[in-house]
């Protein structure tokens, strides 16, 4: 849907559902072996996964290691294009054929499908081949609803902290020593800070990935964007967090004004801008570019606890899964908790104990031991139905907040106001 | 009975000839029914329903949707109606520009010698054939408020940087310079067409009587294109309340919502939090508006002509 032309008509909408339907689990999906969806054969399991991006090839790594482990089972990992992959997943589910027999799950998408009932509780297939234990408590946490396991976890992935490290030594930092907290952050962004030559500490974006951003400091700031079955908007924490935001744009004019789309990511890769916060994915681009950047974790920049905002990638199960299958399953599953490494090639930090734990893990990237550094403070959205349109207006209050055109708490009280209208 | 014979051949030749005409209309029939028809109906049926994709029940509303959409208190309202006079804005805005900047290039290229136009409507044409997403990134790239290359510029001729894609009124002209870049070609190539299809001798008639080149321009081509023009407004008028990838890319709809159109609204509603019901709904509601904004076009521009003739 994102590259529509401008002839799309106003019934694309409609159209494309009905087109889809039609085509059902099959669209946009890249097949490996011959057939899709669920297979007869119950040693044949179909995975469907959103890795399109350079993610892909490790997930294939992963699957074909455990093919050729053993002859027992065969694993059928198809990836369906990220735009495209909830979508299909909906229309496959709509339907009511078509299922892959294990997908890849967002955590944050978890609740949705588990409150529905589209997927299976995963709490029987715990026991001697695989158990909570052999991953990260919050991983285990993020994949559960009501204590209930959806999901078994591949990764956790937060919001990281990147730096220019010829900047840092440029402006006389050690190059070698991130900020760890706001005190240093702020000092740091404006000894880096050249306003003559376009050069700023800590560019702050208006938009993505505000969506990490905003949320860590606000948890950092020991507070909630929902709590006690209520939008938290206009609490003191979410307050303070986007005061501090913007007092970097005017207070300490660390940061330009107007920033776009984007706009923070060309001025980092342009070394323009000596710190940076984004998401794991980003690794790929950063090593593209040539950039001499150093990662860590998110430093402290809210005022009471350590605390990131994090999403993460689980495998679930859909409740239409053929039971005769769940032994092939737990059997993958198994496999990937012990076998991961691959995964972490891609700068993302798997789960397993068994891999983040191991002397291989902190040795294949510079990255992906930083993302682990941070699994014991993650904090994930909320399980709460329509999240997506609270986060909405919050999103436009920031966007309108940092961009100085609209005053602090007049903004999140109109953005409380809508959310809290829009979860009704 | 020779008389009593050429009407038959006739009729049989006429019915052949009707047989070969829906042959040729077949096609499109054809297309016309899996790709607007039936989605039509369904969708006109998916809005009458509680329609979340993920639910085992979609049950039957009526007209529940529609009524959640009018009701003021409800956050389909806000999402329609914000979204809708966003949309009407960017038509406002976009159509009088495409099409007169569309008949003054074509009125440009026309006067200049035959090699010349055909390279230089080669050259305005092209970026018709690019895709949104291309468009959007090159934009982006030039628009870019602190490394953009178009404030490089003004600021080394001394001016302050303009934040294009973050400040009213700059995100629309942004938004819209963009698609007037994007598609000008398109209506200026009709126009090339319909200006051809003038007669030389009314010019030469108006030459003759003195007229001037303001003059022949308002009371002979215009008079004469005016159909070519009715079709070009009318098409520009609907692309443009399309409109979504722009937005979509370059702005994300900010500042705050400012640039959120419609569009952008449904297709979040249909498939990010999957009420295919109310985003059904206000997609016909939009293609009604869209059909009533036609045929509004249409009676002003055949008074007009019927008022002349």
Redesign the interface.
Known sequence: MKKTNKRWSALAVTCSAVLLTACSGNSGVVEEGGNSGSSEDNSEITLWAPFSGPDGPYMKEIVDGYNESQDEYNVNFQIVPQSEYYKTVDLAVNGESNMPDVMVMHGDQIFTYAEKDIIRDLGDLMGDEISVDEYHPNAIEGASVEDELYGVPLDIHPLLFYWNKDMFEAAGLDPEQPPTNREEFIEYAQALTNEDENQYGYVVPTLWPQEFIFPTIVFQNGGELYADGEVQFTSDAVVEALEFERSLIDEYAVSPSDVQQDGEVTMFLQGRSGMHMNGPWMMKQWEDSGLNYGVAPVPQLGTEQEGVYANSHNFVVPESVDEEKLDAITNFFSYVGDNALAWAESGQAPASKAVYESDEFQDVNTQSSQVAKQFDYVKFGPDVENWGQATGPLMEAVNEVLLGQKDTTEALEEAQQKAANALE | MKEAKLPASKAKRERLSKFTSFLFVLPYLLLFLA??F???V??IY?SLHDYN????VQPFIGFENYATIFNP???MN?LFFDGLGNTLKFVIFSVPLLVSIGLGLALLLNSLPGKLRTFFRTIYFIPYAI???VVSIIF??I?????GLLNMYLMDLGFD?I?????QPFAWISLVGA?IW??LGFNMIIFINALNEVSEELYEAGAIDGASAWQKFIHITLPTIRPIMLFVIITSTI???????QP??????????STEVL?MG???L?????E?GV??AM??L??LI?IVISVIQFKIANRKQGGES
């Open positions: 790709f607007l039936i989605p039509l369904y969708g998916i994709l993920l639910s085992s208190d409800s956050a806000s895709s949104v997403s982006l790239w628009l870019d408020t602190n490394s940087a934040p294009w894609l973050t400040k698609t994007w598609t692309a443009s309340f399309n409109v979504f990838g979509y890319l370059m702005t994300r709809g900010g500042p705050g919502d569009l449904i297709v979040n249909a498939f990010e939090e999957r295919l985003a059904s997609a016909l939009m293609s869209m």
